[in-house]
Structure formats: structure tokens, C-alpha cells
């Protein structure tokens, strides 16, 4: 599937990707697609939609994460994390940033924990759990949340907020077409930090990357 990762466009995301990144990036793509014939993990079966859709579409967001978590080994939740997306293909090529992928189904944190073992990612850690009760035992413990499909936006803001450390950040992965979700977010308690058009290599696709950070709550 080398060829296929690179006719897609991923070296067009400039993100310097080793061999390695590829190839762990292909397996678990190998994994999901098997995996998916009998658990059904996601919709989309076709291997060239599956690059296009679950890999190029997660790493994009990569160069906005970086510029963001300048910190040197920053913790991230990824809430709902279903068949790993986009936190599976972010501890691949990111190995010092500490994920914890959070999903309440079993079937899928069965799957997470199965990747996670074939590939080694000592820095991603599974919990199968609910969102709201990792929030109560994990509070104020994540220097950033992430979600690709979880809920709404104003719902996954309100689930992203105890676990965020102060000025902790919350990126949601969105379509194009999120003004409306958008006008639903309290601006007295998020701060809009960037609203990123995401570049999709040879896609159909057109995704924006929303990052926010809560408002300081005033002393007086």
C-alpha cells in the first residue's frame, strides 16, 4: 500500500515522514480493514477511501497540533475515539506526545488495544470508558483534547473542559460547513484561538480544524 499512501498525497502534507511512519501508518490501516469485516469499526471499506478519509484526514491536522503544543511531551485525550482516528495515526508520528484515547464500546477498545500492542505505541493509552467518568477521574490532567466525530461542538466543548489543565486547548476536526454549530458556542466561556481550512491532498473532502481554549473567569 506504499504506493498508495504516496499517490494520495501524504509527502504533499510536508510532515517528513520515516519509512517507519509509513509503514505503521500502513498496518494499522491492514488492521482496521480486517478487523472491519467483522466488528464493523467504521463505514468505509474501501481501501482508497480508507487513506484518503481515515489517514490523510487525520495527519493534516498535525501542523496546526504542532504549532500549538510547543510543549515537549504534551497530553492529549481524544474523546470517542472509535477505530483509533486521529489519535492511532498522531502517536505514530508523533511518539512524544502522550495520548489517551477514550472509548466506551468494547469492541473498539478491543481493537485499540490490539494496535496499540502490534505497533508498539508505548505512548498511547486506552481507557474503556466513558467520556463523563474519565472527566471526574482524570480532571484537569490534559494539555489538550481532540475529537474527529464525537458530538456536536457546544457538546464537546462542555465534555472537553474538566479535563483540560488552565489554558488548556480543544481541537475539533470539522466539515467546511460548521458556522452553524459554530453559532451555538458560548463565547463567554471558549475562546476561538484559529479556524484552519485543512489541506486534503487529491480529496473531495473540504475539513476546518476549530481550536479553543477557555475563557478566564475574572477574580473579582
Not at 510536508?14 to 478487523?35: C, I, K, S
Not at 485499540?112 to 500492542?117: E, M, P, W
Amino acid at each position: 500500500m506504499t504506493d498508495s499512501l504516496l499517490s494520495l498525497g501524504i509527502k504533499e502534507l510536508g510532515l517528513n515522514l520515516t519509512d517507519g511512519n509509513v509503514a505503521d501508518l500502513e498496518h494499522f490501516l491492514q488492521e482496521m480493514g480486517r478487523w472491519n469485516q467483522v466488528h464493523n469499526l467504521t463505514a468505509i471499506e474501501n481501501e482508497k477511501d480508507s487513506v484518503r478519509l481515515h489517514i490523510i484526514d487525520s495527519i493534516a491536522i498535525l501542523p496546526v497540533l504542532r504549532h500549538f503544543l510547543s510543549i515537549p511531551s504534551p497530553k492529549i485525550a481524544d474523546l470517542g475515539s472509535g477505530g483509533g482516528l486521529p489519535a492511532i495515526p498522531m502517536a505514530i508520528i508523533q511518539p512524544e506526545w502522550r495520548l489517551t484515547l477514550i472509548e466506551a464500546i468494547r469492541k473498539k477498545t478491543a481493537f485499540l488495544q490490539h494496535v496499540r500492542g502490534k505497533l508498539k505505541l508505548q505512548n498511547a493509552e486506552i481507557l474503556s470508558e466513558r467520556v463523563e467518568n474519565v472527566a471526574v477521574q482524570q480532571a484537569a490532567q490534559f494539555d489538550a483534547v481532540i475529537s474527529r466525530a464525537f458530538t456536536n461542538l457546544a457538546r464537546f466543548l462542555e465534555l472537553s473542559m474538566p479535563f483540560l489543565k488552565p489554558d488548556g486547548l480543544v481541537f475539533a476536526l470539522k466539515s467546511k460547513r460548521a458556522d452553524e454549530e459554530m453559532a451555538a458556542v458560548s463565547r463567554e466561556n471558549w475562546r476561538l484561538l484559529a479556524d484552519e481550512a485543512l489541506f486534503i491532498p487529491n480529496a473531495a473532502v473540504e475539513r476546518r480544524l476549530l481550536v479553543f481554549t477557555p475563557m478566564r473567569k475574572s477574580s473579582s
